[in-house]
C-alpha cells in the first residue's frame, strides 16, 4: 500500500486534539492537549511564514466541523468546534509577530464559530455562549496585539477584523440576553485597549459599537436614574467582563458599558471625540436602524452632556463647537431636535466643567446663524426661537475672559448690517432678523445686569437708524433705551461708573450725527420720513445717555441739537405732515435741552424753555409704544406723520446766544470736561454739519483747552484738583461736586445721578423716560435751586414780568399758532 507522508504542520494539528473516547469528557473547558499544543506553538514561533499553513488548515477544519454542527449539533462537534478555537486562540496570543499570517485564519474560523453558535429557532436569546466567548477571548486577543502602523498599512487585517466584528454585533443587539451582552462587550473591551482606535480606522469600527452601547444605556434597558448612578463611579470601577456572573442583571450590563464608554472617550483626542459626537448624534436621529430619541428629552441631554464630562479637559470643546455645528448646517430638523441641542448647550455649560479652548466667539457665531435661518424660515416658532436667545444668554454666564460680555454685544452688530444689507431678502424678513438679534441683546442686558457693558460696544449699530424700515429704527432704539436704563441703575446701585469722555465720546458723536438725520428725514422728502415714534424713543435714549455719560452727552449733542434747531425754524404751511414733522423736532430740540438742564442744574434754560418753548410745544410730544421685552414677531403700529394740532409751522427762533452762554458757564462741565467757559463757548458755536459729524467720531473730537483772557476759567471752581468722572466712585464723585460755588450760590451740586429722571429702579421695573419738559423737570430728583424754592412755575413767570430775573433772554415768543379748521 501507498504511503503518503503527512505534512508536519497538519501533524502538529491534529495532534491537539483528544481521540473520539476523551471528546466525550472534553466539557467543559475544552481544552487542547496541552504537550502537543506546545510543540505546535514551538513550530510556528520559529518558523512564523508558516503560520499561513497552519491558518488554512485550521480553516478547512473549521468548515468540516461547521457543516457537521449543521447536520447535527452534538457535544461532539461541539468539543472538535471548541478545540478548533482553542489552538487558533493560543496562536493568536503566543505569535505576535505574525498576524498578518493569521489574519485570513482569524476571520473564517471566527466567522464559522459565530454561524455555528447562532441560534437555531426564532428565539435569538439561544445562542451556544461557550463558543461565542472563545470567539471573543480570541478577537480581544488579535486586536489588542495588532501594531497601529500594521492596521493603517495592511488592509486585509483592517478587513478581517471588521468582518468579525461585523458578525458579533447580532450578539449584543436586538432581544437577547444580558450574558449575551456581556460576552460582545467583552469582544469590544479588546477593541477599546487596542491601538485600531487611534488609526484612521475608528470611525468605522465606532458606527459599528456604539448603536449597541447606547442601547443598553438607553432607558428601554435600564431607567434613566439608575443609569445616571451608576455613571457616577464609573472610573473608579474593577473590570467588570473577565468575572461576570452567569446570571446578570441589566443594571450590571448597563455599568460594564458605561465603562467602555468612559474607557473611549477617556483615550479620545479632539478628531476621535468628535466623531463619536457625530455618530452619537446620528444615534439620537435615529439614522441607525433605531426610531428618533429626542422625544425622551431627559436621557437626549444626558448622554450628551456625558461625552463633555467624560472625555479629556483639552478636547472637551469639540463637543459644544459640534452641537452648534449640527445645529447650523443640518437642514429641514425637527423643531424637537433644535430644541433640546440649545438645551444641551444650557446643561453643559450650566455644569461649569472645565473646558479647555472654548472658543465663545465661534459658539455664538453659531447660535446666532441658527436663530437667523430658523427666524427667516418660521419667524412666528415662538418656541425654538425663545430657546435660542436662551441659549445665548447661557452661553455668556460661561464667563472665560473679563471682557467677554462686552464681545458679545458687540458681535451682534454685523450680523445685523449684514442682515439689512442683503437685497434678497424681503423687508418683513430683515425686521424679523434685526428684531430676534436685538432681543438677544436685551436678553443679555437684562439677565447680566451685575456687569457693565461700556458705551463704545455699541458702535456701528447706529447705522440700523439709516435704514428705510421704520420697525428696525423703532426696535432698535428701544434695546439701546433698555441698556441704558440697566447702565444708569449699575450706576445708581454703585456697582458701575459713569462712561469717560474719551471712551464713548466717539460712539456718541456718530449716534448725534444719525439722530440729527433721521429728525430731518422727511423734511425735504416726504416718501422717506422719519416718524413720530422715532422722535419719542430718540428722546428717550438721549435721556438716559446723559445719565450715563453726561458730559460727554452734551459735548455730543448739543451741536447737532443746535443745527437741528436752525434747519427747522423757517416757517411751514399747507403740508400737514410737514407741519407736524416741523413742530416735532422742535419740541424735540426743547426736550433734550430740559433734559441737559435738569442733568446740569442750569435754571436759567429751564426757566427759558418752560416760558417760552414749552407754551406752544407741549402738545407735539409723541408717544412711544409698549413694545415686549422679549422677541415678539406681530407688527408693530407705527404711526407716520399726518394731520396734527395745527396747520403751519410759523418762525420759530431759539436765543441759540444764550443757550450756548448758559452751558459754557457751567462751572460743573468746564470742570469734567477739563476745559474752561472759552473752550465750550467755541465748541458750541461751531457750524455743525453732518460731516462735522463723521470727522468728530473718527478723531474721537472734544474741545480743547483754550486760555481766556476773563477771569472766568477754571480758576473760579471751588478749590479741588480737576476730577474726570472715572477717577472716583459715585459717592466720592457727589461728594466733591457738592461743595458751593462762590460764584453761583444757588447750585448746590454741580451734578448729581438723580438729575433729570426718575428714580433710578431695577431692570425688572425700569419705567420710560419723560417724554416732555415739564414732565422731566417734575419727576426730576434733582436738588431745587434757590429760585426754584421761590414757588414754582409761577414765580418763574413773575420773575420775568417784574424784572428780578439777572438776564431777560433776547427772545420773543412765536405768536399762538392757529387751531387746524
Known sequence: MLCIRKENHKKLVDACYPDKKALANAAPEFRPKSNEL?????????????????????????ATESRASSRSSSTKTKALFMITLGILQELLASCKTGHAYLASAFQNVLIYALSVAAPR???PSTWDLDICQRVAVSYALYVQSMPASEVDTDEGMTHAVFQVLSEMQRLGQGKVTEQSRLVWMSGVAGLTHSPVLTTSAFPRFLSLVLPNLLD?????????????????????DTPLLQNAPSNAVPEYTTRAAL?????????????????????????????????????DNEWSLWILALL?????????????????QSLTMTKNASNLRKTRLLQTMHVILERRTDIVGLNMTDLLDGHVYFLLSHVQANPY???????????ICHLASYTVYSDQLDDFVEQFTPHMLRVLQDSHLSDDTKTHSVNALLACIQALVRTHTQSHVPLRTWSSTEALLSSPIPAVRVLYLHTLHVYLQTEAWLIEQGMAKREPVSECISFLHTLASHMH??????????????TPTDFALMNHVVHMILQVAPTAGVLAFVPPLLALAQETSAPVV????????????????????????NVWQQQSILDYLHVHHEPTLRDMAPTAPDLSDSYDPSPLEIPHFGLGLYSEAPAYAWDTPFLIEALSSNLALQKLAHVNAKSLQSWFQRQWTASTGEVDAATSARPIFVPSTTPQDLSRAPSMSPTDETSMDVRTLRMALSQPSAEDGKVSTLLRQESCRSPVRSPASLSSAPSTPMASRQGSHMMPTNDARAGGVSAVLDRYTSGRTKRIPTFQPSPTMPPVT
Open 38 to 62: 506546545g510543540r505546535l506553538v514551538y513550530y510556528a514561533q520559529s518558523k512564523p511564514p508558516k503560520l499561513s499553513k497552519l491558518g488554512r488548515y485550521l480553516i478547512a477544519r473549521a
Open 121 to 123: 429557532g426564532a428565539d
Open 216 to 236: 443598553i444605556v438607553s432607558p428601554l434597558h435600564v431607567p434613566l436614574d439608575k443609569t445616571a448612578a451608576l455613571s457616577e463611579e464609573v472610573d473608579a
Open 259 to 295: 465603562k467602555l464608554i468612559w474607557n473611549m472617550l477617556h483615550r479620545s483626542d479632539a478628531t476621535q471625540l468628535r466623531i463619536f459626537v457625530i455618530n452619537t448624534l446620528a444615534y439620537l436621529d435615529g439614522e441607525c436602524q433605531r426610531p428618533s430619541s429626542w422625544e
Open 308 to 324: 463633555v464630562q467624560w472625555s479629556p479637559p483639552t478636547s472637551r470643546y469639540i463637543v459644544p463647537h459640534t452641537l452648534v
Open 381 to 391: 416658532d415662538l418656541t425654538t426661537v425663545q430657546a435660542t436667545i436662551d441659549a
Open 517 to 530: 438725520q433721521l429728525a430731518m428725514q422727511g423734511l425735504s422728502d416726504t416718501t422717506k420720513s422719519s
Open 574 to 597: 399747507s403740508n400737514a405732515a410737514l407741519v407736524h414733522h416741523t413742530l416735532t423736532c422742535r419740541w424735540f430740540v426743547g426736550a433734550v435741552f430740559a433734559q441737559i438742564s
